[in-house]
């Protein structure tokens, strides 16, 4: 059966972007600026996203371009014969289901808000009484499950059609309409009263508030921030590098991608901060800033509905992107493996993912008494350990390890394929540093992650 391919390079770098564009940009990148001292934050962020997230993206497409092949298929088609590298595949394929187990649901939540906020249900509420509606939605086992099932149906719906007809046409336009909300969005912020204060909070290095938190702490968030916010290590990446050609470099290609990831992450910080000085709202008011503090924001403000429903819609594109990607990604390994066809292996994952996502879903309510990591973890917090703490550091480690060693790939042949095309290339002086320093980065990212999760 011969590879489908992307209509065009933006889509390529729209469809990439869609993939590493998610809730973690908008929901959790302006919460670690709020915490971490403002903008000292953000220069960290931006250094090790340059130094860590770049080279391992350059690794998974250069990795799906040579082989031509998903991410259960790629090693056995470029690793060694009789090594163990091809055992990471079928973890790799894990990790995209089990991230699918809980981020529909996420998703589900978003599409929720864009009708709670668009009808008005948080109209004249205070946050006591909005923080109440949060934990009404979450407490609903038929809504949770049915906005959950909605995105798991429309997503594999999107993809049963041809990659560029399907994937690629709908992420287009959703990647596209995300960047014009968000730049209508941000405009509306620079005219709150509380404008000035809010970017000055956002983009002023505050070395003080850094000491306060601790200055190791801050350098370790942005480094944890910077290496989940591209979505490395599943083969995600891979999968949209075996689906183009070899006129451009893959090293550029992942700094455009890199850099409208970056531009998303920034962004939201322009949209919130300016609305959280302007009503006097805790900037670094952590995970409930998305549900509970912004809906009270959109509360205040001349023609909040429209604001409010504007951001979810803009929210529900950031998740949805996200979906898309990844069930393309489970799609192409379930067509490798088995050969089955697109709309087979669409039918077949949809009943799959509709029992998979159950558990997280009615993790909230009807199973909100089983607790998998004690205190008052539910299913979602385990989903997302296994994927964040686990998955990706590991994955990431293990594509940098079998590009660069020469009992993997080995450095020749990344390099060549990495450097095929125009563009940005690859150079040798990196080679220590992505056979010596990344791994060890790598790896304190793992460890450092595994110690505060349990020790927190």
Known sequence: MERERLGSRLGFILLSAGCAIGIGNVWKFPYMVGQNGGGAFVLLYLFFLLVMGIPVMTIEFSLGRASQKSPVKIYQTLAPKGSKWFLHGYASMAGNYILMMFYTSVAGWMIQYFFATASGRFNGLDVKQVETVYQQICANPVAMVGFTFFVIILGFFICSFSLQKGLEKVSKFMMLALLAIMIILAINSF??????????FYLKPDLAKMKEVGIGNVIVGAMTQAFFTLSLGMGSMAIFGSYINKERSLLGESINVAVLDTFVALVSGLIIFPACFTYNVEAGAGPSLIFVTLPNVFNHMPLGNLWGALFFI?????????????????????????????????????????????????????????????????????????????????????????????????????????????????????????????????LAIFLIGLITYFHK
């Open 191 to 200: 005219t709150m009263e509380g404008a000035k204060e809010g970017l000055s």
């Open 314 to 442: 803009f929210m529900t594109f950031a998740a949805l992107t996200t979906v898309l990607a990844v069930f393309e990604t489970i799609l192409a390994c379930c067509m490798d493996l088995f050969g089955w066809s697109r709309k087979k292996a669409c039918f077949i994952n949809c009943l799959l993912m509709l029992v998979l996502s159950l558990p997280c879903a009615l993790g909230f309510n009807l199973l909100s008494g089983i607790h998998p990591l004690g205190g008052s973890t539910n299913f979602m917090d385990l989903e997302d350990f296994l994927v964040s703490n686990i998955i990706l550091p590991v994955g990431s480690l293990i594509f940098l390890l079998f590009a660069v060693w020469k009992k993997g790939w080995g450095w020749k042949n990344f390099t060549d394929e990495a450097n095929a095309g125009h563009g940005l290339k690859v150079k040798d002086w990196m080679r220590g540093y992505m056979t010596y320093i990344l791994p060890v980065l790598f």
